[in-house]
Every structure is written in C-alpha cells, then in structure tokens.
C-alpha cells in the first residue's frame, strides 16, 4: 500500500463498507464500471456516492463529486476522509480531485478495491497547484 506522509483516517473499515455499498447504487449503463464513495464530515456524518452516467456522456457524475454535492447540499463543507473504492482500485479522476481541493487540502483519500486499500494521499498531493479561491484574485501564490 502506497502511504506517502498521511496516515489512515480513523474507523475507515466503516466508510470502505460504506463506499462498497454504494457501488451498488452506481448507474453505470454504457462504461460498466462502478465506482463508490463514502465521504465522512468533520462534524461525523458520512454521505456516499455513486457515479451515475448519461447518453450524452459527458454528463455523467463521478461517484466523488456526488457524495461531495450531497454533504454541501447538506451545509456540510468541512471534511476528514473520503474513500473511493472500484473493483480494480481505481483513482480519482482530475475533476474530482479540483472538487475536493475547493473544501479539503489536507484530507486523506484513500484508494481501495474491494479487497484492500490501496493508497492513502492527501489531496494537496492528488492535486498539486489546485485552482483555489485565491487564484480569482490575481495574486501572486
Ligand atoms: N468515475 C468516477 O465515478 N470517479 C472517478 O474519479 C473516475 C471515473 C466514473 C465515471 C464513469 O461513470 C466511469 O467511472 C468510467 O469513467
């Protein structure tokens, strides 16, 4: 497993349960692959997600950015863990990754297949040199 300077959140056993699960909700009708999320707030809730796709393609939602949505939908903008889990251990996408850094630099995202974890990043480190707040104004970073 690839831990590079974030250690594991706590009780992620729950969210890797809860993530698996909500693969099955995924409407995966022209890729066929399901992905899962489960997104834990620092506040203790957890939303999932699954990625739900469309006959124009390019409107499909990843899995990520639902569980994302429904917790900001929810007043919910302060996050501690996110796990994504596929049958292979697939990454989050780069879409994805700019969503997440909107609200959480330093949260650990943690990369599993339906096994085991396969890795634990930040991130900071899935995303070096997100597009933040800051970049609308101009200023030198
Ligand atoms: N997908 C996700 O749900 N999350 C990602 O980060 C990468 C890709 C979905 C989108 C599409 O439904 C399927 O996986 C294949 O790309």
Same mark, same amino acid.
């Given at each position: 497993?690839?831990?590079?300077?974030?250690?594991?959140?706590?009780?992620?056993?729950?969210?890797? &349960? !809860?993530?698996?699960?909500?693969?099955? %909700?995924?409407?995966?009708?022209?890729?066929?692959?399901? +992905?899962? @999320?489960?997104?834990?707030?620092?506040?203790?809730?957890?939303?999932?997600?699954?990625?739900?796709?469309?006959?124009?393609?390019?409107?499909?939602?990843?899995?990520?950015?639902?569980?994302?949505?429904?917790?900001?939908?929810?007043?919910?903008?302060?996050?501690? &863990? !996110?796990?994504?889990?596929?049958?292979? %251990?697939?990454?989050?996408?780069?879409?994805?990754?700019? +969503?997440? @850094?909107?609200?959480?630099?330093?949260?650990?995202?943690?990369?599993?297949?339906?096994?085991?974890?396969?890795?634990?990043?930040?991130?900071?480190?899935?995303?070096?040199?997100?597009?933040?707040?800051?970049?609308?104004?101009?200023?030198?970073?």
């Amino acid at each position: 497993m690839n831990t590079t300077t974030v250690v594991m959140p706590n009780n992620v056993d729950d969210l890797l &349960a !809860l993530a698996a699960a909500a693969r099955n %909700g995924a409407y995966v009708a022209y890729s066929g692959f399901a +992905v899962g @999320a489960a997104l834990r707030t620092r506040s203790g809730k957890v939303f999932t997600g699954c990625n739900i796709e469309n006959a124009s393609y390019g409107l499909t939602v990843c899995a990520e950015r639902v569980a994302i949505w429904k917790a900001v939908s929810e007043g919910e903008t302060e996050f501690e &863990a !996110l796990v994504v889990v596929t049958s292979i %251990g697939g990454s989050p996408c780069g879409a994805c990754r700019q +969503v997440m @850094a909107e609200f959480a630099l330093d949260m650990p995202v943690v990369i599993a297949d339906l096994e085991k974890v396969r890795s634990v990043s930040t991130v900071a480190e899935l995303l070096p040199g997100a597009f933040l707040p800051y970049d609308l104004l101009g200023a030198p970073r």
